[in-house]
Nanobody, 121 residues
Framework: QVQLVESGGGLVQPGGSLRLSCAAS????????MGWYRQAPGKQRELVAH???????NYADSVKGRFTISRDNARNTVYLQMNNLKPEDTAVYYC???????????????WGQGTRVTVSS
């Protein structure tokens, strides 16, 4: 059973920082892309950032220069460092991964349960 478990959300004031973590566990053969998405109330889920196994990254324009995605391949973990947070960053943040479990040759998309980030004074 493969699981993605996020942590690190919470309440922070505008201008503050948070670091999200997402660890994949279970019988994992390989992980290619890992990423973070977010969904604000009343809005569609949107890509925040993603990172390949080789370290190539891509960011939404709204977070460029403020957020940094990184990963530890040995720990099957992806991180999102969020600096200079704004009220419009308030959302539930979801981790996802394109992952092949042991015994399977195909990559499937797995999602975490989400962690809430609230930016408010």
């Amino acid at each position: 059973q493969v699981q993605l478990v996020e942590s690190g959300g919470g309440l922070v004031q505008p201008g503050g920082s948070l670091r999200l973590s997402c660890a994949a566990s279970g019988s994992i053969l390989s992980i290619s892309v890992m990423g973070w998405y977010r969904q604000a109330p009343g809005k569609q889920r949107e890509l925040v950032a993603h990172i390949t196994s080789g370290g190539s990254t891509n960011y939404a324009d709204s977070v460029k220069g403020r957020f940094t995605i990184s990963r530890d391949n040995a720990r099957n973990t992806v991180y999102l460092q969020m600096n200079n947070l704004k009220p419009e960053d308030t959302a539930v943040y979801y981790c996802n991964a394109a992952l092949a479990p042991y015994g399977y040759s195909n990559y499937n998309i797995y999602w975490g349960q989400g962690t809430r980030v609230t930016v408010s004074s």
